[in-house]
């Protein structure tokens, strides 16, 4: 089905871990307001999560904006599915729906 | 290159009738807004599908000619 070669890759990064951040830089070097967001509110909220710097790889910067029909980054994916970006996943932390989202996926570090 | 407010405003109104939306202008700068859209029409709807909706009402210019729109998304009371 995936006419974008990417999609494979994609498909790999967010199906190997349970929890992916694509973001622009590093949790330690973030290069953006709003990834630096999400990287925080995800060790806040204490989950292992793996993260992927789309400024170091063009294809992955563009291909996951058409792979979720989302036009912006940074992008989060829990369990393979697209779960938000800065807004979503600020307005689910505030609500408590992301703490859920994760206890029940059974992600929450002990 | 920047939007104005209204451009912003006009074009999500284009896409989705009868919505209220309220831009606000974030640092003055024409790059940095924040947006709440009440729509009826979001009824039903998960967030994201909400969001997306709004996003293409923009035609393209999200993540391009506008760097940042803080989004927000309700249904009218």
């Not at chain 1, 909220?45 to 979720?68: C, H, P, Q, W």
């Not at chain 2, 912003?8 to 606000?24: S, W």
């Amino acid at each position: 089905m995936s006419e974008n070669p990417v999609f494979d890759r994609i498909k790999d990064y967010v199906t190997k871990d349970d929890v992916v951040l694509f973001m622009k830089g590093t949790p330690i070097f973030p290069q953006c307001g709003f990834s630096s967001v999400v990287s925080q509110v995800l060790q806040h909220v204490g989950v292992d999560f793996e993260t992927y710097n789309v400024l170091e790889d063009m294809d992955i910067r563009d291909g996951i904006k058409a792979y979720s029909d989302w036009p912006t980054i940074p992008q989060l994916y829990v369990k393979g599915e697209f779960v938000g970006g800065c807004d979503i996943i600020k307005e689910m932390f505030e609500s408590g729906e992301l703490q859920q989202l994760f206890a029940d996926s059974g992600l929450t570090k002990q | 290159m920047a939007m104005i407010a209204g451009e912003i405003e006009k074009l999500i109104k284009e896409d989705l009738p009868g919505a209220d939306v309220r831009i606000e202008d974030l640092r003055g700068d024409g790059d940095h807004y924040a947006a709440h859209v009440i729509y009826e029409g979001f009824r039903g709807l998960s967030r994201i599908k909400q969001h997306q909706m709004v996003y293409k009402s923009l035609k393209g210019r999200m993540g391009g000619e506008l760097h940042a729109l803080a989004l927000q998304t309700s249904l009218p009371d």
